[in-house]
T-cell receptor
Framework: ELKVEQNPLFLSMQEGKNYTIYCNYS?????LYWYRQDPGKSLESLFV???NGAVKQEGRLMASLDTKARLSTLHITAAVHDLSATYFC???????????WGAGTKLIIKP | DARVTQTPRHKVTEMGQEVTMRCQPI?????VFWYRQTMMQGLELLAY????????DSGMPKDRFSAEMPDATLATLKIQPSEPRDSAVYFC?????????FGDGTRLSIL
């Protein structure tokens, strides 16, 4: 059974600090996605990582993928309050089109 | 920007009533997903369609839930009869391969 595990599940941090969210998965999939969800809102696609070694950056967020280790990281640099949200990673389930989702990491950034 | 449109945005009804939620996927997207999100269970896949054909509805309680896609511009999710435990946010997402694009959701409360 394909599993996707995120850690931590909850993270409270101060503005200006750096931190990393980890996403481990149990299959050989080489396609991984990061989404953001603000409270009471929908899920928004952040990054699409399609191959080993892929790295994508948007502002203070950087995502990377290591398919050999079956690990993706979402790194936050010099966090700001606006980045407070829940972040989900999801992995392609091989051939049947659906994504397998992590439980989400709730990130709170305090001023 | 093209968006997935869901109606209604909010629905409050009494136990035992029929509930119908609608979704208009992004034009050209050939895969449509229905998810349910609750605090306790997180994000759950209920059913999905590819080129309007149902591929998997194993996440749905079959006795009360049904999902259909009568044409390429409309997907529906019905609950009959509804129960308080069905209270949740229901998301529709569409995609052509990945990533999935999410609608704003239907916030359902069953009294």
């Amino acid at each position: 059974e394909l599993k996707v595990e995120q850690n931590p599940l909850f993270l409270s941090m101060q503005e200006g600090k750096n931190y990393t969210i980890y996403c481990n998965y149990s299959t050989t999939s080489d396609r991984l996605y990061w989404y953001r969800q603000d409270p009471g809102k929908s899920l928004e696609s952040l990054f699409v990582l399609l191959s080993n070694g892929a790295v994508k950056q948007e502002g203070r967020l950087m995502a990377s993928l290591d398919t050999k280790a079956r690990l993706s990281t979402l790194h936050i640099t010099a966090a700001v309050h606006d980045l407070s949200a829940t972040y989900f990673c999801a992995v392609d389930s091989d051939s049947n089109y659906q994504l397998i989702w992590g439980a989400g990491t709730k990130l709170i950034i305090k001023p | 920007d093209a968006r997935v449109t869901q109606t209604p945005r909010h629905k409050v009804t009494e136990m035992g009533q029929e509930v119908t939620m609608r979704c208009q996927p992004i034009l050209g997207h050939n895969t449509v997903f229905w998810y349910r999100q609750t605090m306790m269970q997180g994000l759950e896949l209920l059913a999905y369609f590819r080129n309007r054909a149902p591929l998997d509805d194993s996440g749905m309680p079959k006795d009360r839930f049904s999902a259909e896609m009568p044409d390429a511009t409309l997907a529906t999710l019905k609950i009959q009869p509804s129960e308080p435990r069905d209270s949740a946010v229901y998301f529709c997402a569409s995609g052509f391969n990945q990533p999935q694009h999410f609608g704003d959701g239907t916030r359902l409360s069953i009294l």
